[in-house]
């Protein structure tokens, strides 16, 4: 079985009143049977790997480049965040996939550079509405698991995130027999792939997930977490969303 993971993905948001929310969740969460993580902006890392030092919490970035140094000016080598303290680094989120042309051989190359510096990569895969609609969802997240995903013998340090690109942000969520069906075909395709180490891999859901829908998320085969966005920024928010996690472990 995979170990369950939440992890917050702050995107471009936070600030000073943000990061001292970790102290509340750092308080909360000395110990805990699930990985609970929370990324964000990168001038953040080093400040808030620091507050919740002896918790259960864990510290990911957002992004990393390819190349473990050179002449990449304002990017940031997978090494320098390990250094920092991070565990985890989300790789092909589709904000980084419309916003700088990133292709599954790119994030391929990223999670590939995280697994070189002892990390966690989290790697995001997901369809637009136009694809949900034209009934390509499957064909669309199959070929970027099997693109997106490097060849690896350690397999068990990765884990899939799937983030219908519809239901970001939007306040929409993909229904439980949507959310299901890529599910069970992304464990099918990871077991084919991999064999009994693909049963290990967490599968996240990410999309609008909050308080209210996280139980019934949850309860879905082959969910074993969730990638939160919004709903990470404040502890009031996201602690439910990770108890609700607890309460099925």
């Not at 507050?51 to 990393?64: K, L, N, T």
């Not at 589709?94 to 966690?120: I, P």
């Not at 064999?195 to 859901?205: D, I, M």
């Amino acid at each position: 079985m995979s170990r369950k993971l939440v992890a917050g993905n702050w995107k471009m948001n936070g600030g000073a009143s943000t990061l001292a929310g970790l102290n509340d969740l750092a308080a909360a969460y000395q110990e805990a049977p699930i990985d609970i993580a929370v990324c964000p902006p990168a001038p953040f890392l080093a400040h808030a790997d620091h507050i919740v030092s002896g918790s259960a919490i864990e510290i990911g970035a957002q992004d990393c480049h390819t190349a473990a140094s050179g002449a990449h000016t304002g990017d940031v080598a997978a090494g320098m965040l390990a250094e920092l303290g991070c565990a985890y680094v989300i790789v092909g989120h589709s904000e980084r996939r419309a916003d700088h042309g990133e292709t599954n051989a790119t994030v391929a190359a990223k999670a590939q550079a995280v697994l070189d510096a002892d990390m966690r990569p989290i790697i995001c895969i997901g369809e637009s509405l136009d694809q949900r609609k034209a009934g390509q969802t499957l064909e669309v997240v199959a070929e970027q698991l099997a693109q997106s995903v490097p060849d690896t013998e350690a397999v068990h340090q990765l884990v899939v995130a799937y983030e219908p690109i519809w239901a970001i942000g939007t306040g929409e969520v993909a229904t439980i027999e949507q959310i299901a069906e890529v599910h069970g075909e992304l464990r099918a395709q990871l077991v084919d792939r991999f064999g009994e180490e693909g049963v290990g891999v967490p599968l996240l859901y990410g999309g609008s997930v909050k308080a209210g829908n996280a139980a019934d998320i949850f309860d879905v085969a082959h969910v074993d977490g969730a990638l939160v966005g919004g709903a990470s920024l404040k502890p009031d928010d996201f602690m439910p969303i990770v108890n609700a996690m607890l309460a099925r472990v």
